[in-house]
């Protein structure tokens, strides 16, 4: 299958439906952004949703790139909670040689650490190596993040490194900037189905 960045996209399963990302869905998103700003502690530009104006620069930054086809944002919705849990999206897509990353991940407190992140990353990476046949799907973190980092090997990525002083963190500080990844060959023979037994 051709990825098409005008097409909607929606990924499913019995848990969480992956819709993309639209401007309406700054109102269902407003109370995570006023209510729980820390959710944003690791963020740098384009990823701080934290507040009005950033949330509202969060999406329309994200639709920006989806225009210019180099970024997929999708809103998470919990269908056990029958709420908007958050977002996630594809970014880095480069098709000519078939890679991509996954990231600008994000929920409301009471959706983390229920199980809804795995569900999403597996519809996500199902969708990469299986209908656009992605070869190398990436991950990024701030190296400090020791919840995000442990929560991507916890879905079967690899730490291939850090790279030093990457970019500016919110408080101004340098980040460094752990990297991850899973291949195709990895999906197919072992993550795929280590990651379905732990849905």
Request: net charge negative; aromatic share 14%.
């Amino acid at each position: 299958m051709i990825f098409d960045f005008n097409k909607d996209y929606i990924l499913e399963d019995e848990r969480v439906i992956l819709r993309p990302l639209e401007v309406k869905h700054f109102d269902y998103f407003l109370e995570f952004s006023e209510n729980e700003p820390e959710i944003w502690d690791y963020s740098v530009l384009h990823s701080d949703a934290a507040g009005k104006e950033n949330l509202k620069d969060y999406i329309d930054f994200a639709l920006s790139c989806r225009k210019k086809g180099s970024e997929y944002g999708f809103a998470v919705f919990d269908k056990l909670k029958n709420k908007f849990a958050g977002s996630t999206r594809f970014y880095n897509i480069d098709l000519d040689e078939k890679s991509l990353e996954i990231g600008y991940t994000w929920y409301g407190k009471e959706f983390q650490g229920t199980g809804l992140n795995k569900h999403c990353k597996y519809l996500l990476l199902e969708f990469a190596f299986e209908k656009i046949e992605i070869e190398r799907v990436g991950f990024s973190a701030d190296s400090d993040n020791s919840k995000s980092i442990a929560a991507m090997k916890s879905i079967g990525c690899t730490i291939e490194g850090t790279l030093r002083s990457t970019m500016f963190k919110k408080n101004g500080t340098r980040r460094n900037s752990t990297i991850l990844s899973i291949l195709k060959n990895e999906w197919t023979e072992t993550v795929k189905q280590n990651l379905k037994n732990k849905l």
